[in-house]
T-cell receptor
Framework: RKEVEQDPGPFNVPEGATVAFNCTYS??????FFWYRQDCRKEPKLLMS???SGNEDGRFTAQLNRASQYISLLIRDSKLSDSATYLC????????????FGRGTSLIVHP | GAGVSQSPSNKVTEKGKDVELRCDPI?????LYWYRQSLGQGLEFLIY????????KSGLPSDRFSAERTGGSVSTLTIQRTQQEDSAVYLC???????????FGDGTRLSIL
């Protein structure tokens, strides 16, 4: 089982739609969680951190489910500019603290 | 403020040559990471520096790859005797510590002819 798994998609949604992605992780000692977005041929950029109680930033909501070992990202009122690949990142406590990136979920928002 | 700076932006070289890639992290960031990303693929971890600790080299794909970080700041990634499969975008990231989010440079696009 891969350490961090994401559905590669693509998720193809119309403007204004609500879309959600999940990311599962295998290490129960994981303690830091982030969502990044990566545009084509660009570097990853931090979208938001994921906190235990869940957090929201505008149209974006991130949640953590420790019992089932997954994090989620919900995007409301999708915009064309949301089209990108969304990467989840998980860092475990102990060990070498190397963040593990998922392969990413591709989102395409169409008019 | 200044972000993570990488140079060169693009590098084209012949197979068998050595290349050196540079990363200048955000000032004060103790953690520095190198990744590479082939077209359409995910990020592949290469090496991690944290402060003055010994680097974690577990991701380096072969002994042709090496990296150093001088004075806890600038890092260089060296690839000796380059092969065509080394062609990729090499990304550097830094963070205040290992539990904080990483900030990425624009990457170096390496093409081996």
């Amino acid at each position: 089982r891969k350490e961090v798994e994401q559905d590669p998609g693509p998720f193809n949604v119309p403007e204004g739609a609500t879309v959600a992605f999940n990311c599962t992780y295998s290490n129960s000692a994981s303690q830091s969680f982030f969502w990044y977005r990566q545009d084509c041929r660009k570097e990853p950029k931090l979208l938001m951190s994921v906190y235990s109680s869940g957090n929201e930033d505008g149209r974006f909501t991130a949640q953590l489910n420790r019992a089932s070992q997954y994090i989620s990202l919900l995007i409301r009122d999708s915009k064309l500019s949301d089209s990108a690949t969304y990467l989840c990142v998980v860092t475990a406590s102990g060990g070498s603290y190397i963040p593990t990136f998922g392969r990413g979920t591709s989102l395409i928002v169409h008019p | 403020g200044a972000g993570v700076s990488q140079s060169p932006s693009n590098k084209v070289t012949e197979k068998g040559k050595d290349v050196e890639l540079r990363c200048d992290p955000i000032s004060g960031h103790t953690a520095l990471y190198w990744y590479r990303q082939s077209l359409g693929q995910g990020l592949e971890f290469l090496i991690y520096f944290q402060g003055n600790s010994a680097p974690d080299k577990s991701g380096l794909p072969s002994d042709r790859f090496s990296a150093e970080r001088t004075g806890g700041s600038v890092s260089t990634l060296t690839i000796q005797r380059t092969q065509q499969e080394d062609s990729a975008v090499y990304l550097c990231a830094s963070s205040p510590n290992s539990n904080q989010p990483q900030h990425f440079g624009d990457g170096t696009r390496l093409s081996i002819l």
